[in-house]
């Protein structure tokens, strides 16, 4: 689905039967990580699973042109000598989002927390002001 609204970049592979990571094993899913974004009357709200991260390993930052990026790195597990890898299926390595908001939005005020490994960006919207309306009399 097109979103106007996002920065991300197009991948022509995605959605093909066969994975990019087989190329490049270092590569992996999480660098795609999946975000939902919702409005509603108050709030630009952005939730994204990452599995198994600290909130110290994410980064949430607002830029210039109301640009609100979420950011993160999974480092990969070192061998150890006690121990040997036989699989690795768990998602690792860097990942970028970045959304364009509506002039709506209230840069000064988001808030982000992380709870049971779903960031929640929360991104209050100013509030519509209704326009004044003045009765005029009728004359005649």
Do not use: Y
Request: hydrophobic fraction near 35%; include cysteine; glycine fraction near 6%.
């Amino acid at each position: 689905m097109f979103d106007p609204f996002s920065l991300d970049i197009w991948d022509p592979f995605k959605g093909f039967p066969f994975s990019t990571t087989l190329a490049d094993p270092e590569r992996s899913a999480f660098s795609s990580t999946s975000c939902d974004w919702k409005e509603t009357p108050d709030a630009h709200i952005f939730k994204a699973d990452l599995p198994g991260l600290k909130k110290e390993e994410v980064t949430v930052e607002v830029e210039e042109g109301r640009v609100l990026q979420i950011s993160g790195e999974r480092s990969k597990e070192q061998e150890d000598k006690n121990g040997k890898w036989h699989q690795i299926e768990r998602s690792r390595g860097k990942f970028l989002r970045r959304f364009r908001l509506p002039e709506n939005a209230k840069m000064d005020e988001v808030k982000a927390s992380m709870e049971n490994g779903v960031l929640t960006v929360t991104v209050p919207k100013e509030e519509v002001k209704k326009p004044k309306v003045k009765a005029i009399e009728i004359s005649g």
